[in-house]
């Protein structure tokens, strides 16, 4: 709180276009609090860092975007603030200068400097920080572990989200319907997303309109490339065991799916077959779709494993 500030909001702020990097180094080093004599001493190692010696008396306003960036990292690091302000531009430039740049901000962690970092970034946070905290709507939602502040960023975000394409209406046809298609939380409640690990509630209802005997529910839950992930069904029985149905009654299909599935968008299609004679009687394309968030897999799924690569010694030579 009582030292000297270094902001890093945005960049380039405080840049003259019309003057040279060198000259805007000398200008900024003075802004930051560095005296003349420290800002001069400081140059080279500001130009260095920015790889941009052979730049150095080229006006600003000739400077692409990308110098300009460097530039403005190298001058906030240089400056040797106690306190660092950095707003969504940790990593910037090419990527052997974000290598520089994330080994810059190891250190001066390791210096006990205070970084304030504002970040849309979970990855990040859970990288580089210490202590998160999550503000919504200008209040404080949760403080502590970044890992645990990460996972409830996502999961508001994803809550608030839906397809910007209008949900598909839910169909019938003229033997059945279906009422309503949700993921479900442990408590009920409808979910727009799933944490990676915690088990997927898929819950549909439908109402039989004429008399049906034999009847199966099968969905297929697929990525959003359309690969089928996994198919599941149910035969449709009365509590006695009878598989006759009738008119007004409804069909209740719950599945509690384990989710090692990697981040990203889900669908599950639904069809209401005729088990002997395979007569599909309600088809429903994308009939609900929720995200699964967290976990690191690639590909589709993350498979329980272990794994191990051993050398074994060769002959002689």
């Known amino acids: 709180m009582a030292g000297r500030m270094a902001p890093f909001i945005e960049l380039g702020v405080g840049f003259n276009p019309e003057l040279t990097a060198r000259e805007n180094i000398l200008l900024n080093g003075v802004m930051m609090g560095l005296t003349p004599a420290e ?22 306003k000739n400077y692409s975007s990308g110098m300009m960036v460097r530039l403005a990292f190298s001058m906030m690091l240089q400056a040797d603030a106690d306190i660092l302000l950095i707003d969504e531009v940790l990593a910037v430039g090419d990527a052997a200068f974000q290598q520089k740049c994330a080994d810059s901000f190891h250190r001066m962690k390791a210096e006990g400097k205070t970084i304030a970092l504002v970040t849309h970034e979970m990855s990040t946070v859970e990288t580089y920080c210490h202590r998160a905290m999550l503000i919504d709507d200008g209040r404080i939602q949760h403080l502590g572990d970044p890992a645990e502040v990460g996972r409830r960023y996502i999961k508001l975000n994803f809550e608030r989200e839906r397809v910007a394409a209008e949900a598909p209406a839910l169909d019938s046809s ?5 009422l309503d298609a949700r993921i479900e939380g442990p408590g009920g409640e ?10 997927i509630g898929l819950r549909l209802d439908f109402e039989v309109t004429s008399e049906l005997s ?4 099968v969905c297929v839950l697929a990525n959003a490339d359309g690969v089928g992930v996994f198919q599941f069904g149910a035969e449709a029985k009365a509590a006695s ?24 968008r889900y669908f599950v299609h639904c069809g209401v077959n005729h088990s002997p004679t395979r007569t ?14 967290g976990g690191n897999a690639g590909g589709v799924v993350e498979l329980p494993h272990e794994v191990t690569a051993e050398v074994e010694s060769g002959g002689p030579g």
């Open 39 to 60: 800002t001069r001493a400081r140059l080279d190692s500001v130009l260095d860092f920015a790889e941009l010696h052979e730049f150095a008396d080229l006006r600003l």
């Open 190 to 199: 409808r979910l727009e997303a799933v944490e990676h690990g915690t088990k």
């Open 280 to 293: 599909v009687l309600l088809h429903l394309h994308n009939c609900v779709d929720f995200v699964v968030f």
């Open 174 to 178: 003229d033997r059945v319907r279906i």
């Open 241 to 264: 065991g009878s598989r006759d149905l009738h008119p007004g009654e409804r069909i209740r299909f719950r599945a509690d799916l384990e989710n090692p599935l990697a981040p990203g």
């Open 214 to 217: 034999d009847i199966n529910v």
